[in-house]
């Protein structure tokens, strides 16, 4: 790969030489389409932390992917005015709903090797091979092994009351409690099949929804007042590193798992 071209150019190149659809490098690489033909025409790049696993799976260096980047930043420079320095807020990027941020969810969990989910049920993230985090179910047969823990709210939990079953819309809070079963069996048969893919169920009212790949952190509230909405309640990305907030959340999820029972 010429280090003094650009990424877009070499991506291109890597994608041409092996005969892919961008469509196809996606699924290789476990990013959506849209963010490759993105990063083709220079629109978008890559993270920082995401360039050793993309390095690895493209099969070049790392160093000459992120010269590659280099180049394209140093031409972009000349042709535009200076960005500002970076600010402390620039740690967190906030999104207006998850259906927002789902291509920046589905580009940090393609390259984790660690993932920790916190959810209610978990059907929007791994019901079905099109769903949001389906291969994070399956054992990778190439490159490193994702060590993935779910935590699902348990359909024997005492939230799911008849308030909230008439609060959603639902006949009763059996409906509900029917729903969420199924999704904890989907996600049984993912940990029978899988030995790195654990389940656990939780007790208590939701607080959070969390999602950790490695060291960034998709996070949203319960706590306002009412049921959470994907289409409508804000989330928030952190990176780890300078935010206190990335371990502290973590250490909220960790101590959750303590106390957690096992889903079997």
Request: hydrophobic share 35%.
């Amino acid at each position: 790969m010429p280090s003094s071209a650009s990424f877009p150019e070499n991506l291109r190149m890597y994608r041409r030489n092996h005969g892919l659809t961008q469509t196809a490098l996606a699924q290789r690489l476990h990013f959506s389409p849209e963010t490759i033909s993105a990063w083709e025409r220079g629109i978008r790049r890559p993270h920082m932390q995401q360039i050793p696993h993309l390095a690895r799976l493209m099969g070049i260096e790392a160093e000459k992917l992120l010269q590659s980047i280099g180049a394209e930043l140093d031409e972009a420079r000349e042709s535009r005015p200076q960005p500002r320095a970076a600010s402390s807020h620039d740690a967190v990027v906030r999104f207006e709903s998850q259906r927002a941020c789902e291509d920046a969810i589905r580009e940090a969990a393609g390259m984790t090797e660690r993932a920790k989910i916190l959810t209610i049920r978990g059907e929007k993230y791994f019901m079905g091979s099109r769903s949001l985090l389906y291969h994070l179910c399956v054992p990778r047969r190439n490159g490193p092994v994702v060590s993935v823990k779910v935590l699902v709210l348990s359909p024997d939990s005492a939230h799911i009351s008849p308030e909230l079953a008439a609060h959603l819309d639902h006949e009763s809070a059996e409906e509900i409690r029917d729903k969420m079963r199924h999704s904890l069996d989907n996600l049984r048969y993912h940990a029978r099949h899988n030995k790195d893919f654990l389940v656990r169920c939780y007790q208590e009212s939701p607080n959070f929804k969390l999602l950790l790949f490695d060291s960034t952190l998709f996070v949203s509230s319960f706590v306002d007042g009412g049921p959470k909405h994907d289409h409508s309640t804000p989330v928030f990305q952190m990176m780890r590193e300078g935010n206190p907030l990335v371990p502290g959340f973590e250490r909220y999820f960790d101590d959750l798992w303590a106390r957690s029972s096992s889903s079997e």
